[in-house]
């Protein structure tokens, strides 16, 4: 039993001074009320998504398949830097690529493992860059560096992709719906992330 409610006067003001009801609203009040409610979804829709933010579909919203769109190809809003894109982005002073703590002479295989020992700044002066695997690798390792989360993916996704590739080796991406890449999958993947055409 609750005491509050059984002690409490009853009310017999009006409905218009009722403190807990409030005033009737006019017939203007509730056509403005209407209106508004009637436009939140125009209004959410025009909302932007953070200026910082790459605009590009994490593995679980991506298919590699080809079948892209009506036209055959996929286009990332905000794409990171492509190879050669990398190679113009290192501060002079301390070596390091923009935004990064990795250096020029970041050997591939110490962020990807196995025995290539290219250097980052190696692979992106190479005059086929920007379509070399392991150079779409390590530009999109970079982009994840510096912006890796809400639609760009983390560093540690990238590596996992690369290595789990290896040889017949898939990537599998527990997500809804499950991903499952070869490679050349992955390598179109990061193709799409850099800008590149897919």
């Known amino acids: 039993m609750n005491n509050f409610e059984d002690n409490q006067p009853v009310s ?4 218009e001074a009722s403190p807990v009801a409030g005033p009737v609203p006019s017939g203007s009040r509730r056509r403005l009320l209407r209106g508004g409610l009637a436009a939140a ?4 829709a025009l909302t932007s998504t953070p200026v910082l933010a790459c605009n590009c579909k994490l593995p679980s919203g991506f ?5 892209f ?8 809003a905000a794409p990171g830097r492509k190879p050669t894109g990398w190679k113009l982005a290192v501060d002079v002073q301390t070596n390091k690529f923009s935004g990064t703590d990795v250096t020029k002479s970041t ?8 025995s290539d020992n290219t250097t980052f700044w190696s692979l992106f002066c190479l005059s086929n860059a920007n379509s070399d695997s392991r150079a779409l690798a390590a530009a999109v390792y970079l982009q994840s560096i510096v912006n890796g989360g809400y639609q760009f993916p983390y560093m540690s996704l990238v590596q996992k992709m690369w290595k789990d590739t290896e040889g017949a080796g898939r990537f599998t991406a527990v997500t809804a719906p ?5 490679r050349a999958e992955v390598v179109t993947y990061f193709k799409y992330l850099t800008g590149l055409s897919v």
Request: aromatic content about 12%; charged content about 0%.
């Open 63 to 67: 298919t590699a398949s080809g079948n």
């Open 107 to 114: 050997t591939f295989a110490s962020v990807f493992g196995g």
């Open 69 to 76: 769109s009506q036209t055959g190809s996929y286009n990332c």
């Open 41 to 44: 979804p125009a209004l959410l």
């Open 12 to 15: 017999q003001a009006s409905p």
């Open 178 to 182: 499950v991903v499952t890449w070869s």
